[in-house]
């Protein structure tokens, strides 16, 4: 008898030739999660992975529930095709639902995947169900709505489970490239790029930093971000680009009007330079509509139009309230709402245009040495890998 996870995943039972791809992958993911406690093999048959776990069940839940494309999880065990002994674990099975969730109606449900054993999925349901009646007191069948629902799966051997606990759905990360993610240290990036991971993307963030406008405490803010985000992926390479004296330009030869848009253009166009290095083929932004000035309709074409990559904003259909109980969900709320500033709250314009057109707006920059003060600022940016533990190594600057 072994005790096992039953992974289910869905969604990726659905892509056809890349199927391997995708569930390799996810293996890989879930080797990857339970490394800490010690590792886990996985087993593929028909439509789902079965997990030996090594140490606690309860920690392995814990971590799998942060693997994307799992859809739900069942501790189970692996028993012999003897039906004494599945009625027992059945039996087993049933008692253990009880004392976690209390109930007193039940309900067999047996799939019969192996045809090679005597009795049917009908026939199960009833030598269960009967034996379970039998053997306790106290329980009554509802087939409609029961209580607990014992599910006993025949294949090569039986796998007996009364439990199922949700997953983050989705597909595994890196199943969809990569994209680069600007990250600032507020509630509503990290966010969009937990969204955008969960569609199998890999991340690499990019943090603005204007230093000593924005001190080191804002940079470890954003650094513990990441922590918490590698616990979806694994682990993630910052990159913390030296935005001063972009910011400095600007103050001094920008229209103050228009200050946050043409920042957000310098954001865009370096964030555009790093997807290059990285091959990222998009860039992800924290942004919403019409959540402040910068977020109207024209602001983001504005500042979408000086880069040619697709704009990925996750977060445009939710209000900040559901932004805030998915960051809640996610673990990044309570270290957004350090309050430790970033530049985009510092250089405030007192009255942003709200409808900028884009004539207005490149005019405006005309003044700045656009491609130098780019340039310069790549050139200083520290790149930091970054697991759940915290950073690793010491960072390295690009081009040193
Ligand atoms: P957030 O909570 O993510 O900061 P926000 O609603 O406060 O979002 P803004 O501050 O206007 O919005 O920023 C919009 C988006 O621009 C952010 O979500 C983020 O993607 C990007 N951004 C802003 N400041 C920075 C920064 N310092 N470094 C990296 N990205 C940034
Ligand atoms: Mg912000």
Redesign the pocket.
């Known amino acids: 008898m072994q005790d096992l996870l039953l992974v289910r995943y869905g969604e990726i039972g659905l892509k056809g030739k890349n199927q391997s791809f995708f569930l390799n992958t996810l293996m890989n993911r879930i080797k990857e999660a339970l490394a800490p406690l010690g590792g886990g093999r996985c087993r593929r048959t028909q439509g789902r992975i079965f997990v030996e776990i090594k140490g606690d069940r309860e920690a392995a839940l814990d971590r799998l529930r942060k693997v994307f494309g799992i859809v739900s999880l069942s501790p189970t065990r692996e028993v012999p095709l003897d039906l004494e002994v599945i009625k027992e674990e059945a039996l087993a099975q049933l008692l253990l639902a009880r004392e976690r969730d209390g109930g007193s109606t039940f309900k067999v449900e047996a799939r019969r995947a192996n045809k090679a054993f005597p009795h049917n999925s009908m026939e199960l349901n009833q030598l269960l169900g009967a034996h379970l009646l039998r053997n306790t007191t106290g329980f009554s069948v509802d087939v409609h709505e029961p209580d607990i629902r014992v599910k006993v799966e025949i294949r090569e051997k039986a796998y007996i489970y009364s439990r199922v606990v949700p997953g983050p759905g989705g597909l595994p990360v890196g199943t969809s490239g990569r994209a680069v993610l ?3 240290g ?4 990290p966010v ?1 790029g937990w969204m955008t991971m969960k569609r199998g993307v890999t991340l690499t963030p ?3 930093h204007s230093f000593p406008f924005t001190g080191d405490r804002a940079k470890e803010k954003v650094i513990d971000l990441c922590r918490v985000l590698a616990q979806y992926c694994g682990s993630l390479n910052l990159h913390v680009v030296h935005f001063t004296e972009i910011q400095k330009a600007l103050n001094q030869h920008c229209p103050e009007d228009l200050g946050t848009l043409l920042m ?1 253009r310098m ?1 865009m166009r370096l964030a555009r330079e790093i997807a290059r290095q990285v091959e990222g083929k998009a860039l992800v ?3 919403s509509i019409g ?2 000035a ?1 977020q109207t309709l024209e602001a983001l074409h504005v500042t979408s139009a000086v880069v040619d990559l697709p704009v990925i904003r996750p977060l445009v259909g939710l209000d900040k309230e559901e932004i805030i109980k998915r960051a809640q969900e996610i673990g990044t709320y309570n270290i957004s709402i350090r309050p430790y500033e ?3 709250t510092i250089f405030v314009p007192r009255h942003p245009v709200t409808r900028p057109r884009l004539p207005q707006v490149e005019k405006a920059e005309e003044v700045l040495p656009v491609a130098e003060l780019i340039a310069e600022a790549l050139e200083r940016t520290e790149v930091i890998k970054i697991t759940e533990r915290g950073r690793e190594g010491n960072g390295f600057i690009h081009g040193h």
């Open positions: 600007l990250l600032s507020g509630i509503d990036s969009a990019v943090y603005f957000r954001m932004t924290g942004e959540q402040v910068s970033d530049c985009c």
